[in-house]
């Protein structure tokens, strides 16, 4: 059996073991006092593309590819809404900045090719959870020492999901000279543009975040937990790296100037040729065809705003 068959079948018996076990602790309504959560998150964000990586050809699109020297800060702010018992909506606002550097690698074709670069990434999303764990609460009537009550602030969620994200990157390359960070979209390192090159690419893209989250609510207005999300992208540029060098640099030179020719091959010639056109004239490799992806771990810290309690009023027996 493969591992992802067996991880959804582990998932899926802890998640019935729960259901037979939370009857006798979770009141049918409990649901709707978390039903309203504003979210804050922290961590670390990986890129998964052309550039780093392991020191090998054919995991970078892994999420096992991480240069975790690479990592970079996370933020997101976000709003769960609980339809129901075991159905969230969150919709957040994220902030990541991505990088990579085929110095890390040892893998000769990467170390070669000599790239790096960084981008900040902003995105909107919204997702789609399904709760596989029910929150606890302790004894119904709030009966002091008991067990239950002591146990009371343990409840825990886990939680798997699925989304859709926009989000706008724009990649930038190390001045070996300088040392300044410079953009690369306006150099179009691979020709974009000029005759057999590539369209010029856009800076906006779609993410699809899928990922699994954990929280343990502590109180009625708090809670905190873990979350990882991998986005997969419909673009190959983040990193701006796709394809191929392009084959006339003359062209590509008094097109876009010295700088462009500089940003596109700053490979290190401890390969011959490895950058040159090939015999039919075609450029040489650069990139691959994949899509882009990146991921980050972040903490949560959330704040839930409960329904206000309304006044009981006495009716009068007169």
């Known amino acids: 059996m493969s591992q992802a068959r067996l991880f959804f079948c582990f998932i899926f018996f802890i998640y019935l073991f729960d259901v037979c076990n939370s009857q006798n602790f979770t009141r049918p309504n409990d649901w709707k006092k978390y039903r309203k959560e504003l979210v804050f998150q922290g961590g670390a964000s990986g890129f998964l593309g052309d550039l780093g990586g392991l020191n090998k050809i054919g995991t970078d699109f892994s999420p096992v590819d991480i240069e975790f020297i690479l990592t970079r800060p996370a933020f997101s702010l976000a709003y769960r809404y609980k339809f129901s018992k075991n159905f969230n909506v969150h919709s957040s606002i994220n902030y990541l900045l991505v990088a990579g550097d085929d110095k890390l690698t040892t ?151 010295i700088k462009s020719l500089a940003f596109s091959d700053p490979s290190k010639g401890d390969i011959p040729n490895a950058t040159a056109p090939n015999g039919d004239g075609t450029g040489a490799q650069r990139g691959d065809k994949e899509k882009d992806a990146f991921m980050s771990v972040q903490v949560t810290v959330g704040r839930f705003f409960p329904p206000k309690r309304r006044k009981t009023r006495l009716r009068s027996k007169f």
């Not at 960070?181 to 899928?210: A, H, N």
């Not at 699994?212 to 673009?235: D, P, Q």
Request: net charge positive.
């Open 107 to 257: 893998e000769p074709f990467r170390n070669n090719r000599n790239l790096n670069f960084k981008s900040n990434i902003f995105e909107l999303a919204v997702r789609a959870e399904l709760s596989l764990f029910t929150s606890r609460v302790g004894h119904r009537y709030g009966i002091k020492k008991t067990l239950s009550r002591r146990h009371k602030g343990k409840s825990s969620e886990f939680i798997v999901f699925a989304g859709v994200g926009g989000f706008y990157f724009n990649p930038k390359g190390k001045n070996p000279s300088t040392g300044r960070w410079e953009k690369l979209y306006p150099l179009r390192t691979e020709g974009q543009g000029l005759p057999g090159g590539p369209k010029k690419y856009s800076r906006i893209s779609i993410s699809i975040p899928v990922g699994i989250a954990y929280r343990m609510i502590l109180n009625k207005l708090w809670c905190v937990g873990i979350e990882a999300s991998y986005r997969k992208t419909f673009t190959d540029y983040i990193d701006d790296v796709s394809t191929t060098y392009y084959p006339n640099r003359t062209l590509q030179l008094d097109t876009y100037g």
